[in-house]
């Protein structure tokens, strides 16, 4: 076995190959385990206030009541569109209580995408943070939407969220005007439910509870089918490698990434919440001060971002005179984890910066570094419990541990496929695999590297450059904040390699940084133009967009 999964012998001690992907039948019968075994624990807490597993057991399911009042009936999508609120779980626990399906929707979406999304899905109702309600408005008619739920900051807040309110509507007018007859709010939805109950409904493993929609990186966003078997699975994933590291019961998980997004929505809202944790919500991750704040007022014991967030926390001055004597680790998805950021964070912190991998089809935890840091840096780990992991060349083969290809993911956590599209379904899942257009390696021991993403590939006189890799050798430069390479279009070889800069130290010229490049690069994987800004393109949750900038290049 360990000889095809060479990965096994060297997984952290208590961490078991398999986890039982069937011990339970749906994600509400873990849910309702959960709500009885922490019943007076704080579950999530945000801006101050905080609700216990006990109440967030009775408001989902007086809210999940409701939806079933409104004639929302099992099968039906649902579109939640709000940041880190406390109003989030509710709404999600609910959902999933009355039988509906989530539709998680990035606030920040333009009209365009929001119509895209909702009439792609076929969502019936919403639950949507007042500041994008207008941007509804323009896009309700196209929709089959009848019920829409509307809430604000500081609705779940008390008296503090009448002030938070009026701040955002009337001083910071961060509330454009809008119009929707027949909206009731969450709270009156809440309150409503008391007269109701959730009638039963067939609830199987292979449901789909939730469609979770791709960047559209490519073409157009595709919802990715997740169900109650892929969420249950990963959930257990997560939980068989936090559990031997001890952290749990009790413990400070702080979530700055949007719960909408999947990375923090199965890791915090689902796996560490069903450890009897405590999730601290920030409500805007980009405020870097506000997360800071959190490791003042909470002692922190584990926390989730991407790369860009822990390096801005790095480079802020108040972040290194905080308290971390709690935090056990760093948990870093969504984008490859920079050397440099992950070294310099273990100085600072004293803990641990772990690189996990996965991908929306994959719900999305495929593989990660163990968390005790005896890791390697630059890796993405070893596959988590009942997980296989390979690399194959262009017409599917597998290849020998060392050699560079496609990587693919085998596990029960794999997506049922994309909603309404077998074609984009039968490209990406082969033979029960998942394609997930990652380059990479599996090195001899089980540990896989990403060397790039196959769109991302710069092609030099023939010869293949990965961006990862150049970024690394740049941000290595101690005057570098933030880097991206491209590739653009050249006569001589097709394509050269084109860098955008991000100065933490003014005094950084051109010259001074090709000649620290070439330390470090051979000679047609040396930048051929460099582009200082003041920021880069980023998507919501801070992800570099190298696609934006080859754009930008015509």
């Not at 999947?262 to 069903?274: E, K």
């Not at 922190?300 to 926390?313: D, E, K, P, Q, R």
């Not at 993911?409 to 257009?437: E, F, H």
Request: proline content about 6%; glycine content about 10%; overall charge positive.
């Amino acid at each position: 076995m360990t000889d095809q999964k060479p990965w096994l012998a060297n997984y952290p001690k208590g961490v078991p190959a398999n986890i039982d992907e069937n011990a339970y039948p749906s994600l509400v019968a873990l849910l309702e385990e959960t709500f009885k075994k922490f019943p007076n624990k704080k579950a999530f807490s945000c801006m101050g206030k905080s609700l216990t597993y006990a109440q967030i057991d009775k408001y989902s399911t007086q809210f999940g009541a409701y939806l079933q009042s409104r004639g929302l009936e099992p099968g039906d999508k649902v579109a939640l569109m709000m940041p880190n609120l406390l109003q989030y779980p509710i709404a999600l626990f609910g959902c999933l209580r009355a039988g509906l399906v989530i539709v998680n929707t990035n606030p920040l979406y333009t009209p365009r995408e929001m119509r895209h999304q909702f009439t792609d899905s076929g969502v019936k109702a919403i639950v949507i943070c007042e500041n994008f309600a207008s941007h509804l408005q323009e896009v309700l008619p196209d929709t089959q939407i009848k019920t829409v739920i509307i809430t604000s900051i500081g609705e779940m807040l008390g008296f503090k969220g009448w002030f938070v309110n009026f701040v955002i509507r009337y001083i910071k007018r961060m509330v454009p005007n809008y119009n929707l007859p027949n909206t009731v709010t969450f709270g009156y939805a809440v309150e409503q439910g008391k007269h109701f109950t959730i009638k039963p409904f067939s609830n199987t493993p292979d449901d789909v509870v939730c469609l979770q929609y791709t960047g559209g990186t490519t073409g157009v966003a595709k919802g990715a089918m997740l169900t109650n078997r892929n969420l249950v699975a990963n959930m257990m994933q997560i939980k068989a490698w936090i559990s031997p590291s001890g952290i749990g019961e009790g413990d400070i998980g702080l979530s700055p990434l949007p719960l909408y997004h999947i990375f923090a929505f199965s890791v915090n809202c689902l796996a560490l919440f069903s450890l009897g944790m405590q999730t601290v919500l920030v409500v805007n991750a980009r405020d870097i001060p506000s997360v800071i704040k959190e490791y003042k007022n909470f002692k922190v014991s584990i926390m989730t971002g991407v790369n860009t967030l822990f390096n801005a926390l790095l480079n802020h001055p108040d972040f290194a005179a905080q308290d971390f004597s709690a935090l056990r680790l760093g948990l870093g998805g969504g984008m490859a984890v920079q050397k440099v950021v992950a070294e310099k964070w273990r100085k600072v912190t004293g803990s641990p910066l772990i690189e996990g991998y996965g991908m929306t089809e994959s719900s999305p935890v495929a593989s990660v570094n163990p968390l005790d840091g005896s890791g390697r840096l630059g890796c993405i780990g070893l596959p988590v419990s009942s997980t296989d992991m390979r690399i194959v060349d262009d017409a599917g083969k597998p290849l020998p541990q060392g050699e560079i290809g496609e990587i693919q993911i085998k596990g029960p956590q794999v997506m049922k496929g994309y909603y309404n599209r077998p074609d984009a379904t039968s490209q990406m899942i082969k033979d029960g695999w998942l394609c997930t257009g990652d380059i990479g390696l599996m090195h001899p021991d089980g540990y896989f590297q990403i060397v790039d993403r196959k769109k991302d590939m710069i092609l030099v006189s023939g010869f293949n450059v990965y961006p990862n890799e150049i970024e690394d050798v740049v941000a290595e430069n101690p005057k570098v904040l933030e880097c991206a390479a491209i590739g653009v279009p050249d006569e001589k070889s097709g394509e050269v390699v084109k860098i955008f800069v991000v100065k933490k130290d003014k005094s950084l010229t051109e010259k001074e940084l090709l000649e620290h490049c070439r330390q470090g690069l051979t000679g047609y994987k040396m930048p051929k133009a460099v582009e200082f800004r003041t920021e880069l393109p980023k998507t919501n949750v801070g992800k570099i967009l190298r696609r934006k900038l080859r754009e930008e290049q015509g």
